[in-house]
């Protein structure tokens, strides 16, 4: 799985604007709404972490009777640029949504971020046992705990260790050591983290855990429900991974572009969200080497990167979900996510190392 703690990425998406299509750079790492929507990412990133960036002036929406205001918001959280597009009819309580939103994003990173010290996650790390954790990190662990009993450890939060082995390797310009590897497999195991109500163990020493592949599809779901509880009916929420519901301000679908891999340029496809939510990840955004065949996505199993694929997107019921499954379908390779994705319930689109692609039906039906 995505072991790198909150690596920030690019997005960008022309969904609702004026019909365009644009992609989403998607590489499951973090992302954000820019090339129009709240402008440039190197200004967006001019803003400390955490910290709420410019909204965009309020737009008249070109559908519905009652004509809502299109607001647009962005903060820097869980390593990314994280943005907002929403509509209400009344800009106040649009305004009151983003806040809620935002927050609802900011809590996750202030639980789950390993970049910060004083986070519950890092605190468990250091500690191995955390005492009254919030309910979102219960919700995520949770989550993570029933993906990798369900996936056979496919999906790992525990598997830090063979990250930081890995880039402790590479910052000494060599690839990790079998026995550097083995060493690092050793302390890990799903099994290994045990999660109660009112307190979280890791069961050996030198264990430690990463929610990186799955914290950004939970900051997203919360986003969306935070807005939706303050009567937002059209709103795309881009925390990492992407969640949306009603339209766009052309009272269409919201369209979302799949980025190729080997060519950050171009496009693989296009797709309409349907109710679903969205995660991608991918080799290209954080390589160990520069043929992307050792990168951030580690199987559990052996230590190493898996060396079929070189993106997956999922399209799940929840982005937490959605995220969590990149993984499991990265580790099990072309020949057998059909069957899985039938098993999950969800669809997936994958692109392979020599850059081809192919989708399960579902999604398909999705496409642009």
């Known amino acids: 799985m995505s072991t790198r703690p909150d690596l920030p990425r690019r997005s960008f998406i022309a969904a609702g604007l004026g019909g365009g299509l644009a992609g989403v750079l998607a590489s499951g790492l973090g992302g954000g709404l820019v090339g129009g929507l709240v402008g440039s990412p190197s200004a ?4 400390e972490p955490g910290s709420a960036l410019p909204s965009q002036p309020a737009q008249a929406s070109t559908h519905g009777a009652s004509s809502p205001i299109w607001r647009t918001r962005a903060l820097l959280a869980l390593g990314t640029t994280t943005r907002l597009r929403i509509a209400h009819a009344d800009a106040a309580q649009a305004d009151r949504a983003l806040g809620a939103a935002a927050a609802a994003i900011l809590a996750v990173d202030a639980s789950m971020s390993l970049f910060r010290p004083t986070s519950e996650v890092a605190r468990l790390n250091r500690a191995g046992r955390l005492m009254s954790p919030s309910a979102g990190l219960l919700a995520v662990l949770r989550e993570a705990q029933r993906v990798s009993a369900r996936s056979d450890g496919a999906f790992d939060v525990t598997v830090q260790p063979l990250w930081l082995a890995h880039d402790l390797a590479h910052q000494a310009g060599r690839l990790a050591s079998t026995a550097e590897l083995t060493a690092a497999r050793s302390r890990i195991g799903w099994q290994g ?7 979280i163990t890791l069961a050996r020493p030198g264990m430690a855990i990463t929610l990186n592949g799955i914290a950004q599809g939970y900051a997203t779901d919360a986003a969306l429900a935070a807005l939706r509880a303050h009567g937002v009916s059209d709103a795309l929420v881009d925390a990492g991974e992407f969640a949306a519901c009603g339209y766009n301000e052309q009272g269409r679908a919201w369209t979302l572009g799949i980025e190729d891999p080997h060519d950050e340029a171009r496009l693989v496809t296009a797709l309409h969200l349907d109710g679903r939510a969205l995660a991608t990840s991918a080799d290209h955004r954080s390589s160990f080497t520069p043929d992307h065949r050792h990168h951030h996505i580690i199987d559990p199993a052996t230590g190493r990167s898996p060396p079929a694929l070189s993106s997956v997107s999922v399209l799940a019921p929840s982005a937490m979900r959605a995220d969590a499954l990149t993984k499991v379908m990265f580790m099990a390779g072309p020949a057998r996510i059909a069957g899985l994705a039938r098993q999950w319930g969800v669809d997936v689109l994958w692109v392979d190392k ?6 399960t039906a579902g999604l398909h039906a999705s496409l642009s």
């Open 44 to 47: 967006s990133l001019a803003a």
């Open 193 to 199: 983290l045990l999660v109660a109500d009112d307190h």
């Open 354 to 359: 020599q850059g081809r692609w192919s989708a």
